[in-house]
């Protein structure tokens, strides 16, 4: 019985040093020194004002200014008071129609506002036709 609860011991000792050794491989030190330009992970509209702007470091990256970056407020989304927002299309990407034994389903790929293309999502063409006419002119 001693010699089991020891041979558990030294796989669970192993398993550790092996899952430190992974992480110790992707973890890299960040530093920062006053007046370094840096970018959140999570970017916050201007509403988010009175939020604390203290970050944990790990939320932050080292940023190179590029002039491309700048975002207009009137492009970001307006949050509800929930902090939640609605989700609106942009443009129909593909189409596709799924037959099945008695029918067939016509479905839309959508690129939503805020999203990028690989983000892009297959709905059901009739209900975005109903919600959102104005993509199918």
Not at 1 to 7: A, F, L, T
Not at 25 to 42: C, G, M, S
Not at 53 to 64: D, G, I, P
Not at 86 to 102: C, D, H, S, T, W
């Amino acid at each position: 019985m001693i010699e089991i609860v020891r041979q558990i011991r030294e796989r669970i000792k192993e398993d550790q040093d092996r899952q430190k050794s992974y992480a110790d491989v992707r973890r890299t030190d960040l530093q920062f020194e006053a007046r370094d330009k840096v970018f959140l992970k999570i970017g916050l509209p201007p509403s988010f004002g009175k939020v604390h702007n203290v970050f944990h470091v790990s939320q932050l990256r080292k940023y190179v200014f590029d002039p491309n970056h700048i975002i207009h407020q009137e492009e970001m989304m307006i949050l509800n008071p929930n902090l939640s927002y609605k989700e609106k299309p942009e443009a129909i990407l593909g189409r596709k129609v799924q037959e099945l034994r008695n029918k067939s389903i016509a479905s839309v790929k959508v690129r939503w506002r805020n999203h990028g293309v690989e983000e892009a999502t297959w709905e059901l063409e009739d209900k975005m036709r109903e919600k959102y006419p104005e993509l199918f002119e």
